[in-house]
């Protein structure tokens, strides 16, 4: 889990460096100033227990954990500018250094790396391209949002592919 953790902490560093070097430093602030980092450990063991051999953490699921982790960094962001904090984790919060208006942008920016850090190579991208099953999903979300068919009624186009 040690060499795990340390990838990830790698791993986020990494992830939010900016052509900007401002907002790297923004983006930054809070993963140098340190954590637990609890989610990225879940993500690690939950892919262990899932996995028959489990050995060394690969790069998706170190991936996954940063991306995990990353989203929860920039509700802090966030949260902080609702709150009013001054800091967070013994140092001074983005909103207090910076500005609300730049822990905004740095928490959107996080959340944006977060998105794309979670873009894992699992297969998730054959199963997002089979044409049929996109548009039983859209079918589906029109008859909920419609109320015209609840989920797992004969007419739901999910349920009729069981």
Known sequence: MADALA?????LRTVVESGDPFL????????????????PALTVT???????????ASHDVIRG??????VHQGSLYHDDVMDGAETRRTVQSVNA????????????YL???????GQLGIGLERF??????????????FNR??????????????????
Request: net charge positive; with cysteine.
């Open 128 to 141: 997002a391209r089979n044409r049929q099953h996109r548009r039983a999903v859209r079918q589906r979300d």
């Open 65 to 70: 954990g940063v991306a995990v982790e990353l």
């Open 46 to 56: 939950a892919a262990q227990v899932l996995d028959s051999d489990p050995g060394v």
């Open 24 to 39: 790297t430093e923004v983006a930054r602030h809070l993963i140098d100033a340190g954590g637990k980092r609890v989610r």
């Open 97 to 108: 250094r910076w500005g609300n208006l730049e822990a905004i942008l740095a928490g959107d």
């Open 145 to 162: 949002c419609s109320n015209s068919a609840p989920p797992g009624h004969r007419s739901d186009p999910l349920y009729l592919s069981r």
């Open 7 to 11: 990838r990830t902490e790698a791993e």
């Open 111 to 117: 959340l944006a790396r977060a998105s794309r850090s």
